[in-house]
């Protein structure tokens, strides 16, 4: 279908927002702890960008997309 410029955006200044007040309310974050680099880069086994399938994957946890 069509999508709503207007739409998205309040969608992700409502997400946004939502994320913000959690923040504030928890007053912790979880974040990833940087590693040292390695001796050699970390590719993964044929060179290339895996699991890079095309379309949209691993948006399926975004339920009520188009209800608004």
């Known amino acids: 279908g069509i999508i709503d410029p207007a739409k998205v955006t309040r969608s992700a200044l ?5 994320i913000a007040a ?3 309310t928890t007053e912790a974050l979880v974040a990833d702890k940087p590693e040292k680099n390695q001796s050699a880069a970390a590719m993964p086994p044929g060179g290339g960008m895996g699991g890079m399938g095309g379309g949209m994957g691993g948006m399926g ?5 188009g209800m608004m």
């Open 14 to 18: 409502q997400n946004a927002a939502s």
């Open 22 to 24: 959690l923040l504030l």
């Open 61 to 65: 946890g975004m339920g009520g997309m």
